[in-house]
């Protein structure tokens, strides 16, 4: 069976709200309190962020969205866990999650994702001290551009195409 290959794209310079150019020279004003913009020096990279980039987080930060209530949980269980074949797309609702914990693996989304094609899923996070469940999303995100996983099952990490943040549940409440 053929590995998918799967690409992790960082967002340019170019394409960020933060990015200026004035005459030849380009500039960033992305720093917060108002502070001066910073002009990129010949030796900065002309498209990826530089180090010094006010937006980038290092070591980037992991967040793993649980289910809000049992009810929850075996919807999605029978909508994508259930019948997964593989090469499918999963699509959890973003509705029936809520941030379970936080903390930091010191891995970039590609790292993270290559290491866990070698690893085990529980061992990486056990090391962390983070316990996960099946079903539950994997946030990584380095400030730039979050990217998340879907855990299925014991060896199987699936990148999710989309998972919105904004619509996960803050208020739940434990029945």
């Not at 980038?56 to 909508?79: A, H, I, M, N, Q």
């Not at 995100?141 to 990148?159: E, I, Q, S, T």
Request: overall charge positive; charged content about 30%.
């Amino acid at each position: 069976m053929a590995k998918t290959k799967y690409t992790f794209p960082v967002p340019t310079c170019p394409g960020c709200q933060y990015h200026q150019l004035v005459g030849c020279a380009r500039y960033c004003n992305g720093f917060p309190k108002k502070r001066k913009s910073k002009r990129f020096r010949k030796s900065d990279p002309k498209y990826k962020p530089p180090k010094w980039c006010p937006r980038l987080t290092s070591p980037p930060v992991c967040r793993v969205y649980g289910f809000v209530d049992e009810k929850s949980e075996v919807l999605e269980w029978r909508l994508n866990r259930k019948d997964y074949k593989p090469g499918a797309h999963i699509s959890p609702s973003e509705s029936r999650y809520r941030l379970r914990c936080e903390g930091t693996l010191g891995l970039t989304a590609k790292q993270f994702y290559d290491a866990m094609q070698r690893e085990s899923v529980e061992q990486t996070f056990s090391d962390a001290g983070m316990e996960l469940e099946y079903g539950e999303v994997i946030e990584i995100d380095d400030g730039l551009k979050p990217y998340y996983f879907y855990y299925l099952n014991y060896d199987r990490l699936l990148p999710l195409y989309s998972f919105d943040r904004s619509r996960v549940r803050t208020d739940a409440k434990e029945d």
